[in-house]
């Protein structure tokens, strides 16, 4: 995630990167602050589907976060066999690199 901040920076944007550190309990003061200072929130995590994304989607939804402006784009693994290889190569196969972070 600092590969992917730095390379925005790099472009002009600004950006936060928060380490949640842990799913449970959720820190929904943390949460509640970043949604307030930023438009876009990116949550990355090397799970699948039904991981700390799906927490935080719930927490968003039931505290009306997602009803405004508020731009959150979950990236998690996707839903399918990876091939064993380096860490990196899985990594980009799975599109969470920081290019692919970046982009989002």
């Known amino acids: 995630c600092m590969a992917a901040a730095n390379l925005l920076e790099q472009?002009?944007?600004?950006v936060t990167v928060a380490d949640a550190r842990f799913c449970?309990?959720?820190?929904?003061?943390?949460?509640?602050?970043?949604?307030q200072e930023h438009e876009v929130l990116i949550t990355v995590e090397e799970g699948?589907?039904?991981?700390?994304?799906?927490?935080?989607?719930?927490?968003?939804?039931?505290?009306?976060l997602l009803d405004g402006n508020l731009k959150?784009?979950?990236?998690?693994?996707?839903?399918r066999y990876i091939d064993h290889g380096?860490?990196?190569?899985q990594i980009e196969?799975?599109?969470?690199s920081p290019k692919h972070i970046a982009g989002t």
Do not use: T
């Not at 472009?11 to 600004?14: A, E, F, Q, V």
């Open 48 to 64: 699948s589907i039904g991981g700390f994304s799906a927490h935080i989607s719930h927490f968003l939804s039931l505290n009306g």
């Open 86 to 89: 380096a860490q990196s190569d």
């Open 93 to 96: 196969e799975a599109g969470l």
């Open 72 to 79: 959150w784009r979950p990236m998690v693994l996707p839903d």
């Open 24 to 35: 449970k309990p959720l820190d929904g003061e943390l949460i509640n602050k970043l949604v």
């Open 11 to 14: 472009h002009g944007i600004s």
